[in-house]
């Protein structure tokens, strides 16, 4: 069985997003409201019909701006439910914009979603799970740590002979700094 790291050699979607975004670690919050949006979206679907339609989740969702979406009303939801270039799905379009409300919330309280993200860190996955069900919507188990993976909370996202490992040490993402800190400790 190949890893990811194997399987996105050379293919035109996974490629990029493997060498250029998977892992890497994100404090914009209208980034990580992205990232979210698409983890969401990948519910039932694979990996790269997310990709091949991000673009269009991009245009369609405002270049994912927290504020604009958080302000989406019925006609914008209606818009998205007949945009086929995007999933058209109730519940996870539903989410998208409950989600950007939350993240208002939590910009709000904690100033960003990023401070949100960086107060509760580090949890083990489990914790992580839970404090997202009870956070925002259509957040399970899977959805929830992709997204940790994918923006460089947990570890995971590349095995340590991929060369994005190396890129990667050099940003020092969230879960990269508790191996570290461990590694001191013990």
């Known amino acids: 069985m190949s890893t990811y790291c194997e399987a996105s050699i050379g293919h ?15 404090t ?3 980034q990580l409201f992205e990232r979210l949006v ?7 679907l694979s990996w790269l019909t997310i990709l091949k339609k991000k673009e269009a989740f991009q ?13 989406f009303k019925e006609k914008d ?19 998208a914009i409950a989600n950007a ?16 993200l960086q107060h509760h ?5 489990e914790a992580w799970v839970a404090l997202f069900k009870k956070t925002f919507r259509f957040t399970g188990g899977e959805i929830t740590g992709e997204f ?11 095995h340590a002979k991929c060369p994005v490992y190396k890129k990667l040490e050099k940003l020092n993402p969230p879960w990269l700094k508790d191996k570290l800190k461990n590694k001191v400790k013990g």
């Open 38 to 44: 698409l983890e969401i979206n990948q519910a039932g």
């Open 77 to 95: 939801r209606e818009r998205l439910l007949a945009d086929a270039s995007i999933i058209r799905n109730r519940l996870k379009v539903d989410a």
């Open 148 to 158: 940790l993976m994918s923006t460089g909370y947990l570890p995971g996202a590349h």
């Open 101 to 116: 409300n939350t993240i208002l919330g939590l910009q709000k309280e904690y100033g960003s979603f990023h401070a949100w």
């Open 28 to 30: 914009n919050d209208n």
């Open 12 to 26: 035109p979607f996974h490629g990029p997003y493997h060498d250029q975004e998977y892992g890497f670690p994100l």
């Open 121 to 125: 860190h580090p949890l083990p996955k």
């Open 59 to 71: 245009k369609a969702f405002r270049n994912f701006d927290v504020a604009k979406v958080a302000r």
